[in-house]
């Protein structure tokens, strides 16, 4: 009997806007469903219910799109870069965009570990003028601390969120609209949403768009 030759995988892709309502969970289950359209047999884990293994680096919240979101999977079978990412995009639902595959040592580390930061580009509709804004976003990055509440898991808890906010600016301003660029804390240690950032330079309402630009490893 053979031995199935194990490979493990890095892909970025892109979850674009007609996949921004996904769930996590139904993300997963979207690339299983590729993996299998594509016939690249993936490895499962042991146990009384095995899992494919494929692991997504990080949830991607309802409404958000991705454009460098990354995932490993494990395959039981050899396949050349630039095969896999033809086979999987020839079945890919529109919306699901691969853009690079490499692979990587089967005992590399797992994505969540090495996650630190990640970057964001969020749209607004605002009636305040740009300089306010402006002005906003420099009062918060010179403070030392910014207490803020928010919910977690139905609770109400207080943090500091200035030191969870790696840099932030004002990427352009016109026409009742802003675009802020964001680079946030993401890792077990410490971790921030865009809407917690804006709620705090009293940017209210829903932003028309939350885009996750980057994804940043502690090898960075």
Known sequence: MDVPVRQRWRITFAKEK??????HLDLHRTWERVFRRAGI???YSQGFNPQPRIQLASALPLG??????????ILEE????????????????????????????????????????????VQISTSLPCEEIARRITAFLSAAHFTQE???????????LRPLVDDLRLERCA????V???????????????ETVLEALGLVGTPSRIE???????ED
């Open 150 to 160: 928010r919910t977690r898991q139905r609770r109400r808890e207080m943090i500091d």
């Open 18 to 23: 007609p996949l921004r309502y996904i769930s």
């Open 78 to 121: 050899a396949i050349e870069a630039e095969e896999l990412v033809s086979r999987l995009q020839a079945v890919a639902p529109v919306g699901l965009r691969i853009i690079a595959a490499h692979p990587v040592p089967l005992q590399a580390p797992a994505l969540q570990t090495q996650l630190c930061q990640a970057e964001y580009c």
């Open 212 to 218: 996750r630009t980057r994804l940043i490893w502690q």
């Open 180 to 194: 802020l660029w964001m680079r946030l804390s993401h890792s077990p240690r410490g971790a921030v949403r865009p």
């Open 41 to 43: 047999r993936v490895a």
């Open 175 to 178: 026409d009742g609209e802003a």
């Open 64 to 73: 958000y799109v991705g454009s460098a979101e990354v995932m490993d999977v």
